[in-house]
Nanobody
């Protein structure tokens, strides 16, 4: 079964740090873009950071200078290092990736199950 599994959420005080990781597991023939999104209660899901397969990276303005996205292509893993966290960063964080599963010739978008990040003031 091809899936994305996230790790690393939790509770942290304002000003603290957390690192999220997301592993694409299963029989995968290729991985393209990978990224992180978040959804706070009552809000729409929004992009946090994206790491494109061509090496380009972009960040939401709200996290620039505080969050860092990286990936390990050998392990089909994407990371999100979050520093200087504030209560406004509280949300469920979702991993997204463009994968080519073994059972299809095309690329498909996959989502992780989400991991809660709570920042206390």
């Amino acid at each position: 079964q091809v899936q994305l599994v996230e790790y690393g959420g939790g509770l942290v005080q304002a000003g603290g740090s957390l690192t999220l990781s997301c592993v694409a597991s299963g029989t995968i023939l290729g991985v393209k873009d990978m990224g992180w999104y978040r959804q706070a209660p009552g809000n729409q899901r929004e992009v946090v950071a994206r790491h494109f397969s061509d090496g380009n990276i972009d960040y939401a303005d709200s996290v620039k200078g505080r969050f860092t996205i990286s990936r390990d292509n050998d392990k089909n893993t994407v990371f999100l290092q979050m520093d200087s966290l504030s209560p406004e960063d509280t949300a469920v964080y979702f991993c997204n990736a463009q994968l080519r599963p073994f059972y299809t010739s095309g690329w498909r978008s996959f989502w992780g199950q989400g991991t809660q990040v709570t920042v206390s003031s």
